[in-house]
């Protein structure tokens, strides 16, 4: 191995179930201000950018390892991630969750936001139903998005769903013609950029046929995410 440092090696991302992604914890620490992140949440908290923080409770701002490798972004935070303030703890961040493990890829390996921080959502009833965000919000909730990648500086982006394939990669995609490859971001070289499911898209599918191709696709790439680092990091390593 080429590093010097006396740091640890974190052996939370698994490449598959056989091999293991390793991460020297002294030189992640040494490149990255773990503070950026905290003192950014707080920013963030009086964002008004767009008028998304009247109707939410709070601002759902990104969570997770400041040094990790990988970042998912999704779109929202839904109605239980509004009321706890924390991304994906409702039933699409189980999801989310299980697929992570499925795939090799313990969550505390990754930095887990959104491309909008504010939960858009309209009545019905008594419920609070989610709504898309429009491209002026998703928009006005870029500068979070881009300050948290150039704080983290993960070497690999997973959008679940089109919003978040929208936010970063900055043009409208298609999820289903667009998953199983890497992507290249113009504005962001130092980074990779797949595109997957959002975890609530597996959710939606009406029967058990259907949830578990979705699901197994969705875990497929989340694989080939953790193969793609595995890769990359033995050829730093040489
Ligand atoms: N869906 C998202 O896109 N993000 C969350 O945090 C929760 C649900």
């Known amino acids: 191995m080429g590093c010097k440092t006396a740091g640890s090696f974190d052996s939370s991302l698994q490449a598959d179930r056989g091999g293991f992604f390793v991460l020297c914890t002294a030189c992640m620490d040494a490149v990255h201000d773990h503070g950026a992140i905290a003192r950014l949440r707080a920013e963030a908290q009086r964002c008004k950018a767009c008028p998304l923080w009247r109707y939410a409770t709070q601002t759902v ?18 109605n239980e991630e509004d009321r706890q303030g924390h991304p994906f703890v ?36 008594k419920r609070r139903i989610h709504k898309t965000p429009a491209q002026r919000e998703i928009d006005a909730c870029n500068r979070w998005l881009n300050a948290e990648i150039d704080s983290v500086r993960p070497r690999m982006i997973v959008c679940l ?71 990359s990091a033995e050829l730093a390593l040489r």
């Open 61 to 78: 701002f990104g969570e997770g390892s400041a040094s990790a490798p990988v970042m998912l972004v999704g779109e929202q935070p839904g």
């Open 161 to 231: 769903g089109a919003t978040a394939g929208r936010a970063v990669l900055g043009y409208s995609i298609r999820i289903g013609s667009l998953r199983g490859v890497l992507h290249a971001a113009a504005e962001r070289p130092a980074q990779q950029v797949a595109v997957t499911y959002h975890p609530a898209y597996v959710l939606r599918q009406r029967d058990q046929e259907r949830f578990a191709a979705a699901y197994g696709e969705l875990v497929a790439d989340l694989r080939g995410v953790a193969h793609a680092l595995h890769e």
């Open 90 to 125: 409702g039933p699409a961040g189980l999801l989310l969750a299980r697929a992570l493990e499925d795939a090799g890829i313990s969550r505390d390996a990754v930095y887990v936001t959104n491309a909008v921080k504010h939960f858009k959502w309209e009545p019905r009833g």
